[in-house]
C-alpha cells in the first residue's frame, strides 16, 4: 500500500471511530437536583401544540462549529450538550441544560412533534436564543448567542413554524 493510499484511507477510519446516536450530549446536558454550576432554563414560548418532544441544543458560539455535527465537535472536545423531553401538557416549558463553564453559546430549541428525531422544516418548529426572524433561512451563528452565568442562566425562546410564503415565523 503506497503512503497516498494510507492518507486517504485515515478519513474513513476516523468516521468509523466517531461516537453516534440521538443519545450524544445529553449526559453532560441533564441538570442534576441542587446542582449550582452553570446551565440555562429556557422557556419555550409559542408551541404549536403539545405533542412530541422538545429538543434544546447547545453548540459552541463561533461560526466553525454553529450547528456542526455533534459527533464531530465531541470527538473533537468541542462543547455540545442536549436536553430531549416529552412536551409537557401544562403551561410554558422550561428546559434546564447544564453547560461547561459560564461564556456564550449558541443555542437552538427544537419541537419534533412527530418525534422522529429529524427536523420536518414543514411540520417541526425551530427557535434560537436571542430570538431572531427565520423568514426562509436559517440566522447566522452570532443571532443565536445567549451568555451562562456562573448559576442558572433563564432566557425564553420562540418557536417559529412555517407559516406559507412568509416562511418560518413565530404563531399569531
Request: proline share 6%; with cysteine; charged share 20%.
Given at each position: 500500500m503506497t503512503l497516498l493510499t494510507s492518507l486517504a484511507i485515515l478519513?474513513?477510519?476516523?468516521q468509523g471511530a466517531l461516537q453516534t446516536g440521538p443519545?450524544?450530549?445529553?449526559?453532560?446536558?441533564?441538570?442534576?437536583a441542587n446542582e449550582q454550576g452553570p446551565a440555562l432554563i429556557v422557556s419555550a414560548v409559542g408551541l404549536k401544540d403539545r405533542t412530541g418532544n422538545l429538543k434544546l441544543e447547545v453548540y459552541p458560539a463561533n461560526e466553525q462549529d454553529y450547528l456542526a455535527d455533534d459527533n464531530v465537535l465531541l470527538n473533537?472536545?468541542?462543547t455540545f450538550r442536549r436536553v430531549e423531553v416529552p412536551v409537557p401538557a401544562?403551561?410554558?416549558?422550561e428546559l434546564c441544560i447544564r453547560v461547561p463553564r459560564p461564556g456564550r453559546y449558541?443555542?437552538?430549541l427544537l419541537h419534533d412533534r412527530d418525534t422522529n428525531h429529524r427536523f420536518n422544516w414543514q411540520r417541526d418548529g425551530v427557535g434560537f436564543a436571542s430570538n431572531p426572524s427565520l423568514g426562509m433561512s436559517q440566522p447566522e451563528w452570532h443571532q443565536t448567542?445567549?451568555?451562562?452565568?456562573?448559576?442558572r442562566t433563564r432566557i425564553s425562546i420562540t418557536?417559529?413554524?412555517l407559516r406559507g410564503l412568509r416562511g418560518m415565523q413565530p404563531l399569531d
Open positions: 478519513p474513513l477510519l476516523a443519545d450524544l450530549g445529553k449526559a453532560e446536558g441533564r441538570c442534576r473533537a472536545g468541542k401544562g403551561a410554558t416549558p449558541s443555542v437552538v448567542v445567549a451568555t451562562a452565568g456562573s448559576g418557536l417559529n413554524y
